[in-house]
């Protein structure tokens, strides 16, 4: 079952809040940033790898895996916008916001949930990957869905610094503001994390 009871820790505002009631799912929850660069990158090393023995050259290879990373990017808009910040009109459907996203919104400094937690990753990963080995085939699929899937760890590596690092640079400055622009000021818009790509195209930089 979801709560949304905040606990206060250290300070008198609420810093984070206890999602579910069973202890053991909620410990899973929650995770350390760098868990799905520890589990994902030897992953998609390996089908890089595994790619480069079952015959796919260099060039196809690279062009599969910016490809995919293009991929990533519209995947990342798409989620952000239509499926992570969709709140229906019934009961379940506003605890799945607050469970997908809602709680990111009500707590955005809370460091254990600003990175996918394994529980929801991996299946995201599994559905994509077949999806992909459908259209091309099981040897190209693995330049193509590791290119996605650096894309998706670039996503949780820049939201995981937007909320907790200084960001010093000129790019790191302007994405930080971007991404700061959607939690702060209400309008529905920005929706590009990593990347501002397709909020260029969809006209919603507002």
Partial sequence: MVA???????????????????????RFSRIHPATPFVFWIPVYSYLAFRAYENGVGLVTGLSLGLLGLFAWTFAEYVLHRWVFHYVGPRLWQRRVHFVLHGVHHDFPQDADRLVFPLGASIPLGVVFYLLFRALVGPVLVDPLFAGFGFGYLAYDGTHYAIHHFRMSSRWGKWIKRHHMIHHHTGTPARWG??????????????
Avoid at 193 to 206: A, C, E, I, K, Q
């Fill in 193 to 206: 994390v990593s990347s501002p790509l397709w909020d260029y195209v969809f006209r919603t930089m507002n």
């Fill in 4 to 26: 949304t009871a905040p606990d206060r820790i250290g300070s008198s505002k609420p810093a984070t809040c206890r999602m579910f009631e069973t202890p053991l799912i909620e």
